[in-house]
Nanobody, 118 residues
Framework: QVQVRESGGGLVQAGGSLRLSCAASGSFYRINDMGWYRQAPGKQRELVARITSGGSTNYADSVKGRFTISRDNAKNTLYLQMNGLKPEDTAVYYC????????????WGQGTQVTVSS
């Protein structure tokens, strides 16, 4: 089995910063791409940022220049540094790990709430 767990969400004022973490654990051979997604109330889940195992990244236009995605392959951990937060960044943030295992595929975490007050 594979488990994915996010941490680091919370309440912050506009202009502030938060750092999210996501740890993957369990039985697997390797993790390919990892990504952060978010879902605001009444809206569809959307991509925030993704990173390959080699470190190539892509970002949603709305977060470019403010958010930075990174990963530690030795620790099977993904990070999202969020600076210059805006009220419109308020959402539940989910981690996705593309895992190669006995049951390969995408594994989601349970999500962590990020709330930005104006």
């Amino acid at each position: 089995q594979v488990q994915v767990r996010e941490s680091g969400g919370g309440l912050v004022q506009a202009g502030g910063s938060l750092r999210l973490s996501c740890a993957a654990s369990g039985s697997f051979y390797r993790i390919n791409d990892m990504g952060w997604y978010r879902q605001a109330p009444g809206k569809q889940r959307e991509l925030v940022a993704r990173i390959t195992s080699g470190g190539s990244t892509n970002y949603a236009d709305s977060v470019k220049g403010r958010f930075t995605i990174s990963r530690d392959n030795a620790k099977n951990t993904l990070y999202l540094q969020m600076n210059g937060l805006k009220p419109e960044d308020t959402a539940v943030y989910y981690c996705l790990a593309e895992v190669v295992s006995a049951v390969s595929g995408g594994y989601w975490g349970q999500g962590t709430q990020v709330t930005v007050s104006s």
